[in-house]
T-cell receptor
Framework: DSGVTQTPKHLITATGQRVTLRCSPR?????VYWYQQSLDQGLQFLIQ???????AKGNILERFSAQQFPDLHSELNLSSLELGDSALYFC??????????????FGEGSRLTVL | GDSVTQMEGPVTLSEEAFLTINCTYT??????LFWYVQYPGEGLQLLLK?????DKGSNKGFEATYRKETTSFHLEKGSVQVSDSAVYFC????????????FGPGTRLSVLP
């Protein structure tokens, strides 16, 4: 158990809909990362938050947005869903204290299926 | 931009065989290098890491050496087990505060009894 909790584990929805994925980082971790893992594109970095502020942005579509709340949990919002958005979405957290050790702690992922 | 290249999978080996998964990188600075492993139905977890040239990371019988001259970080294990079946990701990170963590495409390993 990594200590990172993601909900829901599985989600099935229809095209055009909107969903919210939730992530609770490990206790004390200030930084949260979101990744998308699909069969054809591997693991794609979406966005990173540090202590409530956006720190880095990757290949995140304009239809997607995220935020990190004061209690450090994070939500990834996916809207106007398309079939191609079907993927496994991972959240990871890290302890940013001085020099970064390089270990990201990953949740078990939220599997999104868009029909 | 910064990138990581891994050998294409899937890789299928018999138990006790020697494993090598090649990884090379392109980076504008001096990255830290990592191998992560994803077991079926689970998230990724850190397998080993190296933060500077000539460092060797090791864990669970796996090893990888940071080779700056060849920009490589190949993963090796002398004798694989069925329980090593998983997807292996090579990754790099350039900044002390965790930005720009770049993963390779992953290599699926299947070990047969």
């Amino acid at each position: 158990d990594s200590g990172v909790t993601q909900t829901p584990k599985h989600l099935i929805t229809a095209t055009g809909q909107r969903v919210t994925l939730r992530c609770s980082p490990r206790s004390g971790d200030l930084s949260v990362y979101w990744y998308q893992q699909s069969l054809d594109q591997g693991l794609q970095f979406l966005i990173q938050y540090y202590n409530g502020e956006e720190r880095a942005k990757g290949n995140i579509l304009e239809r997607f947005s995220a935020q990190q709340f004061p209690d450090l949990h994070s939500e990834l919002n996916l809207s106007s869903l398309e079939l191609g958005d079907s993927a496994l979405y991972f959240c990871a957290s890290s302890p940013i204290q001085g020099t970064f050790t390089g270990e990201l702690f990953f949740g078990e992922g939220s599997r999104l299926t868009v029909l | 931009g910064d990138s990581v290249t891994q050998m294409e999978g899937p890789v299928t080996l018999s138990e006790e065989a020697f494993l090598t998964i090649n990884c090379t990188y392109t980076a504008t600075g001096y990255p830290s290098l990592f191998w992560y492993v994803q077991y079926p139905g689970e998230g990724l977890q850190l397998l080993l890491k190296a933060t500077k040239a000539d460092d060797k990371g090791s864990n669970k019988g796996f090893e990888a050496t940071y080779r700056k001259e060849t920009t490589s970080f190949h993963l090796e294990k002398g004798s694989v087990q069925v329980s090593d079946s998983a997807v292996y990701f090579c990754a790099l990170s350039l900044h002390n505060y965790g930005q720009n963590f770049v993963f390779g495409p992953g290599t699926r390993l299947s070990v047969l009894p």
